[in-house]
């Protein structure tokens, strides 16, 4: 069975930085791309991240170039996003999520818990 | 563009017919894959590709496509159906854009 969890997410003040980690387990972390997608409070899903199984292809939108970095350790099994310049608006319910294949221009399959992170002063 | 479309809600009478669909340019050149989301809960991939269901997803659900328009048709909608549906596509760039959501009222 696909897991994958979360963690890292907690309340920042604007400016400052985080970072999330996800563990995976149940099936060979190393042959998938994964991403990271957000869900503001009450509001629809919006991806914010991908990267190839070899870290070779990563994608960002817009709202978060030059802000965020996703990356990930294969041996460990995990994915991470560092989180810099954090902004209020940057305040969502952050899933960690695998693709059904190798590249990031795949689809998106299964889904962690989340994290939350919230951007207050 | 990247952006989807789609109408914010959608109501059905218990057991009747429901499509629900996703505007894009986008949609033209990939397929759209669609998720279910209850609330409090992680969403959950019902249809990829042409028209793929994943193991477990029932065969109501169904997916098709036409120009800049994907569908998610449910046949015989239940009261378990009701749940907010997001559509999703990808670029040549890797970008993976959501459509707005459709919140679905099983009536």
């Known amino acids: 069975e696909v897991q994958l969890v979360e963690s890292g997410g907690g309340l920042v003040q604007p400016g400052r930085s985080l970072r999330l980690s996800c563990v995976a387990s149940?099936?060979?972390?190393?042959?998938?791309?994964m991403h990271w997608v957000r869900q503001a409070p009450g509001k629809g899903l919006e991806w914010v991240s991908g990267?190839?199984?070899?870290?070779?292809?990563?994608a960002y939108v817009d709202s978060v170039k030059g802000r965020f970095t996703i990356s990930r350790d294969n041996a460990k099994n995990s994915l991470y996003l560092q989180m810099n310049s954090l902004r209020v608006e940057d305040t969502a319910l952050y899933y960690c999520?695998?693709?059904?294949?190798?590249?990031?221009?795949?689809?998106?399959?299964?889904w962690g818990q989340g994290t939350l992170v919230t951007v207050s002063a | 563009s990247s952006e989807l479309t789609q109408d914010p809600a959608v109501s059905v009478a218990l057991g009747q017919t429901v499509r629900i669909t996703c505007q894009g340019d986008?949609?033209?050149?990939?397929?759209a894959s669609w998720y279910q989301q209850k609330p409090g809960q992680a969403p959950v991939l019902v249809i990829y590709?042409?028209?793929n269901r994943p193991s477990g997803i029932p065969d109501r659900f169904s997916g098709s496509s036409s120009g800049n328009t994907a569908s998610l048709t449910i046949t015989g909608a239940q009261a378990e159906d009701e749940a907010d549906y997001y559509c999703?596509?990808?670029?040549?760039?890797?970008?993976?854009?959501f459509g707005g959501g459709t919140q679905l009222t099983v009536l």
């Open positions: 999520a695998k693709d059904m294949g190798i590249a990031v221009a795949g689809t998106i399959q299964h």
């Open positions: 590709g042409k028209n």
């Open positions: 999703n596509s990808r670029d040549s760039s890797g970008n993976h854009p």
């Open positions: 149940g099936f060979t972390f190393a042959d998938y791309a």
């Open positions: 986008s949609l033209r050149s990939y397929y």
């Open positions: 990267i190839s199984w070899n870290s070779g292809s990563i």
